[in-house]
């Protein structure tokens, strides 16, 4: 079984700062993804970022980029000129690949992210 | 854009009555997913279903069951409701494929059991 580890339960950042979000997962298999997921207060999850794990360059989606060290299980989020938008629950998610996508998603605790004006 | 949504926002129920969460996409997806979401646990997979009238347990199945007669709807079945499935339920679809494949959720359903 595969689990995903955010020790941070909750962070504060001013605007316009960078913050890194971390996360830590546990598998035993070599071909998976990983995503970011932002749920804001409207409850409605959003991707914010994907990494294949056969990919060795870190994903960037604009403000948001991801450090992936495969050997080390760690896939953080780093979020460059942080803005009040940005305030949300963010989830790390694992999945394994399988032919049919099926799999579901195995996620993290969060991280409750406030960005202060 | 895809589009998936659950029939409710909030929902009061009483302990011992059967519920039914329903969910709708509108992508044709083949897959289909039911999470509970809480405090301090995250996201935890009850049922997810890859066509019609297929199902999986996921990772908590105990107390649920799901139906899905049609592609585009998934419901989630609380049998006999009891406190402890007070919580957030998010729905989710994602189409076939392996490679990358996102998955697209519903705004969620509070239901709260009294």
């Known amino acids: 079984a595969q689990t995903v580890t955010q020790s941070q339960p909750e962070m504060s950042v001013q605007e316009a700062e960078t913050v890194t979000l971390s996360c830590t997962y546990d598998t035993s298999e070599n071909n998976y993804y990983l995503f970011w997921y932002k749920q804001p207060p409207s409850r409605q999850m959003i991707l914010v970022i994907r990494q294949e794990a056969y990919k060795q360059q870190n994903a960037t989606e604009n403000r948001f980029s991801v450090n992936f060290q495969k050997a080390a299980k760690s896939f953080s989020l780093k979020i460059s000129d942080s803005q009040l938008g940005d305030t949300a629950m963010y989830f790390c998610?694992?999945?394994?690949?399988?032919?049919?996508?099926?799999?579901?998603?195995?996620f993290g605790k969060g991280t409750h992210l406030i960005i202060q004006p | 854009d895809v589009k998936v949504t659950q029939s409710s926002r909030y929902l009061v129920k009483r302990t011992g009555e059967k519920v039914f969460l329903e969910c709708v996409q509108d992508m044709d997806h083949e897959n289909m997913f039911w999470y509970r979401q809480d405090p301090g646990l995250g996201l935890r997979l009850i049922y997810f279903s890859y066509d019609v009238k297929m199902k999986e347990k996921g990772d908590i199945p105990e107390g649920y069951s799901v139906s899905r007669e049609k592609k585009e709807r998934f419901s989630l079945i609380l049998e006999s409701a009891s406190t402890n499935q007070t919580s957030m339920y998010l729905c989710?679809?994602?189409?076939?494929?392996?490679?990358?494949?996102?998955?697209?959720f519903g705004q969620g359903t509070r239901l709260t059991v009294v």
């Open positions: 998610a694992f999945r394994l690949y399988s032919g049919g996508g099926a799999d579901g998603l195995t």
């Open positions: 989710a679809s994602s189409p076939q494929g392996g490679w990358n494949t996102e998955a697209f």
